[in-house]
């Protein structure tokens, strides 16, 4: 059996360096094997070295995602430069989009990409959200909204890509399923301040592509457990997708990151 700390939307920016260090020692002292970290761990500056710190405190696998603030103030090219650096030089840092799938126990086994919002769901040409993606990440400077459209959907089909192929891999191989995003892939599992997000905020806070995927290929596997976790809309929430997906969504407050829960995985012998 082992224990994993979920954790999301951490955003460790928002800490003064002895806040960093208390919820540090805090994480520390939990009964965990690991910890997965649903991203916006920090911002592109800043994400690189919050990782290295809780690596070299955490001294445990730290299988991680990264979310739209990991990118602010810098662009997708510098930020993934990094942290390849980063992972590559590192015993505990799994970054999952790089790892495909991580086999917890003999019958489950862990995926998971960061997602984006892709723009298609809702009504992304007449929303009036104003996300603060487009000022803060320079692939996105300078856009008009039809520009915008396309890039979402190009980050929207890489990871609808991604899944398509580690997803389908995963529920061939196990019967537990583990999902770990950033993004939610589905409007249902998109709450927003309690509720699930309308049409302006749905094209930012969910990931069509990706949950077309999990869709299409869940029902080919109706006896498989698939358990996806995401974030991003701070707002908590649980759904079931279908009887055998459920998805679960982090709440998180800017300043006051915290454990989301202990997922315990057992082994094949005793469940
Ligand atoms: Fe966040
Ligand atoms: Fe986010």
């Known amino acids: ?18 806040e960093l260090e208390q919820f540090t020692q805090k994480l520390s002292g939990f009964d965990a094997d690991s910890f997965l970290i649903g991203g916006d761990i920090g911002e592109g500056p800043s994400v690189s ?6 690596e070299s405190q955490l001294k445990r696998p730290i299988f991680f995602v990264l979310g739209n603030h990991d990118f602010y103030h ?16 590192s015993k505990y840092l799994k970054w999952l989009p790089k790892v495909g ?3 917890l126990s003999s019958n489950t086994c862990l995926i998971g990409h960061g997602c984006w919002g892709d723009g298609r769901y809702g009504d992304f040409f007449n929303s009036k959200l104003e996300v603060m ?22 980050l929207g089909d890489e990871a609808g890509g991604f899944f398509q192929f580690h997803f389908l891999e995963a529920l061939q191989h196990y019967k537990k399923v583990l999902v770990l ?6 409007i249902e599992s998109a709450w927003y301040r309690g509720h699930t997000s309308d049409d302006d905020a749905l094209p930012y806070f969910a990931c069509k592509a990706a949950g077309d995927v999990f869709r299409k290929i869940t029902r080919d596997y109706p006896d498989r457990n698939i358990t996806l976790l ?16 459920l998805v679960k969504t982090a709440g998180a407050k800017y300043g006051k990151p915290e454990v989301q ?10 469940g």
């Open 1 to 18: 059996m082992q224990k994993i700390a979920w954790l999301s939307d951490i955003h460790l920016n928002f800490l003064t360096r002895q």
């Open 49 to 54: 070295e919050y990782l290295s710190y809780l």
């Open 74 to 89: 810098s662009s997708f090219k510098q930020v993934y430069v990094e942290i390849y650096k980063l992972v590559a030089n």
């Open 101 to 103: 799938i991580v086999e």
């Open 133 to 154: 993606d487009t000022w803060l990440i320079k692939d996105f400077a300078h856009m008009d909204k039809t520009r915008l459209s396309h890039k979402l959907h190009e």
């Open 181 to 186: 995003t950033h993004v939610s892939p589905f």
């Open 230 to 245: 995401c974030g991003h809309t701070h707002s908590p929430g649980e759904v079931h997708i279908y009887d055998n997906l």
């Open 261 to 270: 829960e202990i997922l315990v995985v057992k082994n094949k012998n005793n």
